[in-house]
């Protein structure tokens, strides 16, 4: 059983170099030339597959940066207008209860 699983892969490999060596004749394409031809043109499309995705990341990490900056300065925007409405809320708290002071005085006097 061996020798006849033996022969076979022989006879297999045997006839892949037979055809790979075998004179051309018109028509007939050479394998070999043809499939490293398409191994370069696979290689030289991976590689431009790759430059490409790589120019695309860096592409978004610079707008991933500019809309992260975006947001940092939101966010201080939102933050100084947050103090600026407290001391509006604390002016206005000190002038309502000076007016209610001076309400009770004047009441007081009367």
């Known amino acids: 059983m061996k020798y006849a699983v033996a022969f076979g892969v022989g006879a297999v490999l045997g006839a892949g170099v037979a055809l790979l060596f075998a004179p051309k004749y018109p028509g007939r394409r050479n394998w070999a030339a043809g499939i490293s031809d398409n191994i370069e043109r696979g290689r030289a499309k991976a590689?431009?597959?790759?430059?490409?995705a790589i120019r695309v990341a860096g592409q978004v990490n610079a707008q991933v940066q500019r809309v992260q900056e975006a947001v940092s300065a939101g966010v201080r925007a939102f933050e100084t207008t947050v103090r600026a409405i407290d001391a509006g809320v604390r002016t206005f708290?000190?002038?309502?209860?000076?007016?209610d002071s001076h309400q009770k005085a004047q009441s007081s006097a009367d």
Request: proline share 0%.
């Open 47 to 52: 590689h431009e597959f790759a430059d490409q």
């Open 93 to 99: 708290d000190t002038n309502l209860r000076a007016i």
